[in-house]
């Protein structure tokens, strides 16, 4: 699945329409949850060893 594939699919579980700072709100959640990190250039996010397992378990080639 491509990522504006997995956006789309995130956007309209929940109903359809999102405010703009939720996409802020997810990336936070995923920061916590250790499963992103902060990307070395600006406004860029990278995905750490556990989401890379994780979704090499699901099927995602990485």
Not at 34 to 50: H, N, Q, S, V, W
Request: proline share 2%.
């Amino acid at each position: 699945m491509k990522a504006s594939e997995a956006l789309l699919r995130c956007i309209a579980s929940v109903g359809g329409t999102i405010d703009s700072t939720q996409l802020d709100v997810w990336l936070g959640q995923l920061l916590k949850a250790g499963l992103i990190r902060k990307g070395e250039a600006p406004f860029t996010y990278t995905l750490t060893d556990t989401a890379k397992g994780f979704l090499q378990k699901k099927g995602v080639q990485i």
